[in-house]
T-cell receptor, first 111, second 115 residues
Framework: QQQVKQSPQSLIVQKGGISIINCAYE??????FPWYQQFPGKGPALLIA?????SEKKEGRFTISFNKSAKQFSLHIMDSQPGDSATYFCAAGGQGFSFIFGKGTRLLVKP | GAVVSQHPSWVICKSGTSVKIECRSL??????MFWYRQFPKQSLMLMATSNEGSKATYEQGVEKDKFLINHASLTLSTLTVTSAHPEDSSFYICSAEGPRTDTQYFGPGTRLTVL
């Protein structure tokens, strides 16, 4: 009940394309869903986060879509750029919960 | 805002020695800090949750006597790897619960290599 399943494990997208990463959680008590971006040898950086009271949140080229009934949320990266090539982690958490991280998605954006 | 630093960024030590890693929240106070370990190409594994002024809460399977955590102030938590061995070599990352609760801000990580 504490797992967060993330897919795909790796993703290759052409420059300008849309990158889509999906996550599914089990514990309905989670109420905070962040996405982190990590470059090799660096710590994860908070990219964007959403709470269950909205179904979508957009910040620049990054959009989170949230489906509460399906217990799923996804990250969409529009107009993907080579500089977006990194590992992306979804997480689920909230008040009283430590973050549960997905296993990560290695994104490669080809020029 | 919400910057977290770690020191050192990398360290090489001999087997049997102890290594201390510092985690600081630079522009906010963090009641709660977290310590993670990350193996190459893998996800973050939570080691312990550190609350200012109290004992850390360790995750199952993490040796509290080996990984000593101290959270002495609202801006500093330390992780000491005692009697380090080669299998302790890893990337250690801290995070701090941000100005708005629920959000975690991560440090840049510390690469530990034990020879």
């Amino acid at each position: 009940q504490q797992q967060v399943k993330q897919s795909p494990q790796s993703l290759i997208v052409q420059k300008g394309g849309i990158s889509i990463i999906n996550c599914a959680y089990e514990n309905t008590a989670f109420d905070y869903f962040p996405w982190y971006q990590q470059f090799p040898g660096k710590g994860p950086a908070l990219l964007i986060a959403i709470r269950p009271d909205v179904s979508e949140k957009k910040e620049g080229r990054f959009t989170i879509s949230f489906n509460k009934s399906a217990k799923q949320f996804s990250l969409h990266i529009m107009d993907s750029q080579p500089g977006d090539s990194a590992t992306y982690f979804c997480a689920a958490g909230g008040q009283g919960f430590s973050f549960i991280f997905g296993k990560g998605t290695r994104l490669l954006v080809k020029p | 805002g919400a910057v977290v630093s770690q020191h050192p960024s990398w360290v090489i030590c001999k087997s049997g020695t102890s290594v201390k890693i510092e985690c600081r929240s630079l522009d906010f106070q963090a009641t709660t800090m977290f310590w993670y370990r990350q193996f190459p190409k893998q996800s973050l594994m939570l080691m312990a949750t550190s609350n200012e002024g109290s004992k850390a809460t360790y995750e199952q399977g993490v040796e509290k006597d080996k990984f000593l955590i101290n959270h002495a102030s609202l801006t500093l938590s330390t992780l000491t790897v005692t009697s380090a061995h080669p299998e302790d070599s890893s990337f250690y990352i801290c995070s701090a619960e941000g100005p708005r609760t629920d959000t975690q801000y991560f440090g840049p990580g510390t690469r530990l290599t034990v020879l």
